[in-house]
């Protein structure tokens, strides 16, 4: 039987001493208690239960209108990042972001170069294992010297869980690895937590649009994003064809 209320309360010492917020601390007790209470399904959604989507519009179907707008729009934008990955699958120690993919040019290098070329501020969501060698890179180009923007952000950790019995997870030998990054979903806690929302609407920013930082094919797009402003959407996300491989 797993004390829930018994693990939590653990938890949440633990976080509070590592001067986590409240939203963070929050967060991860609402996604412990489903982890709890669904863990026999593991927090999947079966293929029986899901349905394609038949109502949205195709990006090559947008009218130049919204070019337009987007253009108009552009210096209330921001590129975002999520750069906190480590390329430890591929023998690094850092962030894969700073991988070689064409010649001498990174990940970052050529995402760098892509924000100067719509002059637009660039910001990563960082972890404390991709921070510092990150923002390095990004020093060399013009843009730390002009965005009113930090050029990045930490994301949250959130402690292990134990898949034992579902309690505090403790390694002696190394207390680092007793945590995690939460996740991609963390940046909406992330933004708060680190004071860039507030900064960024004090700034006169409206939009931001968020990739992965090896995705090199997720460039901003002007007439999407004069779609997202004309339809008034608090939310927008890429959606694909499915195929039989997936």
Not at 118 to 132: A, Q, R
Not at 183 to 203: E, K, P, R, W
């Amino acid at each position: 039987m797993i004390d829930i209320k018994n693990n939590l309360e653990k938890f949440v010492v633990k976080m509070s001493e590592e001067n986590l917020s409240e939203s963070v601390i929050s967060t991860f007790k609402y996604y412990y208690e489903k982890l709890i209470v669904d863990g026999e399904n593991g927090g999947m959604i079966s293929e029986s239960k899901i349905s394609p989507v038949k109502t949205l519009v195709d990006l090559e179907n947008l009218s130049n209108e919204y070019y337009k707008i987007g253009d108009e729009e552009l210096s209330k934008t921001v590129l975002i990042k999520l750069n906190g990955g480590l390329g430890t699958s591929m023998g690094l120690n850092k962030a894969k972001s700073l991988i070689k993919v064409k010649g001498e040019l990174s990940f970052l290098d050529i995402i760098a170069k892509q924000a100067e070329f719509e002059k637009i501020p660039l910001i990563l969501m960082n972890s404390y294992y991709t921070e510092f060698d990150s923002i390095q890179l990004l020093k060399k180009y013009e843009l730390h010297k002009k965005q009113d923007l930090p050029l990045g952000f930490y994301q949250n950790k959130i402690p292990k869980i134990s898949k034992n019995n579902f309690s505090v997870a403790v390694n002696s030998a190394d207390p680092e690895l007793e945590w995690c990054p939460p996740g991609h979903g963390d940046i909406y806690s992330a933004l708060v937590t680190s004071g860039l929302l507030n900064q960024m609407i004090d700034n006169g920013y409206e939009y931001a649009f968020i990739s992965n930082s090896d995705n090199l094919g997720a460039v901003l797009d002007k007439k999407l994003l004069g779609y997202f402003i004309k339809n008034k959407f608090s939310f927008l996300m890429e959606a694909a064809d499915r195929t039989e491989s997936d």
